[in-house]
């Protein structure tokens, strides 16, 4: 299984629906309704390469000038549905410049019924709980963990139906439609359809940081293609000295060597018989261009036709409810703002006070600023402070290797706190304290002393903070003997200190605030093997003033602060700013 590159941005850290259920509703046919896509103006004057490259996904996107699809080759007429444009291919058409999958919403297909497998009889439930503790992502959280189940929608069901019955499927949709959420739910099917053959399943991403986030590996290290740059019948012998499988896309050319390697290995149909699941939005994170080559989309590559048999737009936005702002986002994912969305963002720009003492989160697309950011920030506070560095594992040896993907774990290598920090969940724990949630340090506590009654001596008795504390957060938390070793409990009455733990007092997503302990978790990247690659052990916190970007991509946040103003002032609507605006919840 894979994951588009493009998805990067959907591989999300919140997995969890924070206790949103739906009411299964009455099974119909989906007519999947097309997300507006609104015209472009015409250019006046001469576009720039990036600008070409975003003009080119929003006509394939947005269905328009009419899509004229390459004549169908024998083997792609594989696809259960014939394309809705594939009779146009005969006839004599103006040339554009990028194509879309025959059966791409976006084309007329969205205008009709897309899928031929029969409707489910409602949505279904899931529970992300068993999603997010998939073996490979989870990250060794033992503490039992309650998350809130949540439905899947009509249109989420029916993917995860044909992916059930084994198809190949690639399906895309705008920030927040849930595509995570049905990622985590078709892993967690498939694990359990092929639980005698774990690795009959792999779950792959096209970069290190997006492979943690969905608990897999890079497409480059599960197949052990390295760069991948040889030939594909080279390739194949580099595969089959490391005996390994592969299976995954990044961009068309790799898509196609993966293809013609899976079918030079295994021979049996398209990509050598392997199902083959992508998802991802290509408008949030296009594939990495070299030099000035034109980026070739993954469906743009030759054997994608072939390979995927369906193709759907989840239209349903779950994240954000206001529909003005849904609709400018769209508008901003389509690089078509009108001026009255324009005037709408610039109106945001305004300093919010919050009454319980924490502030947004700046997003900023360099590391050097977040750190400079977080460190001003820090340095204001004259409280105690405490260090935690991380623990790292893992079979790879090489060190710059290791470096480069520890790097893609969120969970630092050495982490500065102190009392009053503002800082982030890094980890889903349970319904309401989620990846992403924020809240403050309000003291360090030994772990054998929290919650007993010496602990509730020492606040009293001019402790940091008084209050009630409850809960422990963290994989270490089970068998540390938190508030119950009576030996160290003893110890810690005589004085004997072990390394103190943060107290955090999270804000919750309804109102309402909760005190935990945090502990260590471990992150870790697995092969299908069960091999550890790489592991860390590290609090899941982070600072949380400012974070970067791209470590923000696909998290869901309450607070975000973002400096739009030099994109507003230059007209440049990328990927990268289309981002960010679509974590927030509300506006
Ligand atoms: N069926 C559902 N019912 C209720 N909530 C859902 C459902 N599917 C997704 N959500 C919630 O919607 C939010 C966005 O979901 P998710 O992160 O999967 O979207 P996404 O398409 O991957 O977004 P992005 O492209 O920005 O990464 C999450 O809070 C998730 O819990």
Redesign the pocket.
Known sequence: MSKARS?L????R?????G???EPRSSQEIAWPPTQAPQPAAPSRKLTGSELRLKAIQEALAGYPPAVPPPLAKSSVQNKRASPTAQLAAEPQPKRARQLPPDWPGTDALSRPTLSAKPPSG?SR?N?KSAFNSPASSSGTSAPKKIAP????QE?TQILKLVQDGDSVFYT???????????REIIKTLRKKYAKTPDAVAITASTGIAACNIGGVTIHSFSGIGLGIEPAEELVAKIRKNKKSMISMVDGDLFDKLEKIATIIRDVGPFGGIQVIVTG?FF?LPPVTKGVQQVKFAFEAETWKKTVKHTFN?TKV??QSDQTFVNMLNEMRFGNLSQKSIQSFKSLSREIEYDDGLGPTELFPRREDVERSNSTRMSRLRTTEETYASVDGGSISDPNQREKMLSNFMAPYRLVLRIDAQVMLIKNVDETLVNGSMGRVLRFVDPAIYGTELDAELMAGGGPRGGVDAGVVGASASNSGVGGDKKKNAAASAGVRNKPYPVVEFMLPHGGRRRVLVMPEVWKVELPSGEVQISRTQLPLILAWAMSIHKS??Q?LDRVKVDLGKVFEKGVFGSLVY?PP??PRTF
């Open positions: 998805g941005g959907s591989v999300k919140d997995w969890s629906s924070n949103v259920l739906h949505y899931t992300s949540i439905f899947l929608s989420q949709g705008s920030a927040g439609t849930g595509k995570s959420v049905l990622l939005d949030q989840l779950f994240r991509q696909g869901t981002a679509s974590n």
